[in-house]
């Protein structure tokens, strides 16, 4: 068995693979200030309960936007599962071709979802991520990334609103019945809902315009993926397991 450690700036994202076969997935919140002992402790809590053998892991693979936490897991994953994982960094091989002014710039994350995107899907093609940021990888016919676009999160727009004003509560972000709210809640939800849907359906449309082409696939993961998927027909497919997935494909080709 291999696990797969996706590491962003809000959660953690695991798997674990048997073969080909995806036996676990869960999250967890990404604490910088927790130990690699914390870390592992935790892991083996969640291994137990789905009756994983630690003595079965072979190897593992992490993707990291956190820099300061790649020693921290590595060293759990040496402690508690008694393997070295490989990190995706300069000099592991993926096969994607960056057609952007700085490579080193581009996160681990939107590679990881690049190389697994045109694997799963081909190209032309676009990702949006809904993570912590809501990000948009644009593939080109040859399969090149050719930049993208990088907005502000949901969650953290939510949190910057409630956060900058004296009255304004903490709400649940899913869909209002309607735009128009009758009460402070609605509103809240009405402006964070629609209004990433709105963000999401013109920046699609402009990446085509740009793109020439509209016949693009596009493909939306992370987080709040299917909550605004649901409401833009522009997107053809959602993937939550996208960028686990991809890192599967990566420990493949490198090991």
């Known amino acids: ?19 080909d076969k995806l036996v676990l997935s869960f999250r967890v919140a990404t604490e910088h200030k927790r130990t690699s ?19 079965d892991f072979t190897g593992g693979i992490i993707s990291s936007v956190v820099p300061q936490l790649d020693y921290t897991l590595e060293r759990m994953c040496l402690t508690y599962l008694k393997i070295k994982p490989m990190q995706l960094a300069p000099g592991l091989k993926t096969g994607l071709n960056l057609k952007v002014d700085s490579a080193k710039e581009v996160g ?15 190209a032309p093609l676009i990702i949006i991520d809904f993570g912590t940021a809501t990000t948009f990888n644009v593939i080109n016919s040859k399969s090149e990334f050719i930049g993208g676009v990088i907005a502000p999160g949901i969650k953290g727009s939510l949190d910057s609103l409630v956060n900058g004003t004296a009255k304004l509560p903490r709400v649940e972000i899913e869909k209002p019945e309607t ?3 009758k009460n402070t809640v ?20 402009r990446i085509k315009r740009e ?3 509209d016949n693009v696939l596009t493909v939306a993961t992370g987080g709040f993926s299917e909550i605004i998927a649901n409401e833009i027909s522009s997107i ?7 960028t686990l997935n991809g890192l599967k494909y990566l420990y493949d080709l490198n090991k």
């Open 186 to 205: 609605t509103n809240m939800q009405s402006g964070i809902f629609y209004g990433f849907a709105g963000l999401v359906e013109y920046i699609i449309k």
């Open 37 to 55: 002992d914390e870390y592992g402790g935790q892991l083996l809590s969640i291994l137990g309960n789905n009756e994983i053998n630690v003595n």
């Open 179 to 181: 735009v128009i709210g």
């Open 108 to 122: 681990a994350d939107r590679v990881v979802n690049n190389v697994a995107g045109i694997r799963k899907y081909g």
């Open 1 to 19: 068995m291999i696990i797969c450690m996706d590491v962003g700036n809000t959660n953690i994202k695991y798997a674990v693979f048997d073969g």
């Open 211 to 213: 793109l020439k082409c």
């Open 236 to 242: 053809d497919h959602v993937d939550k397991l996208l």
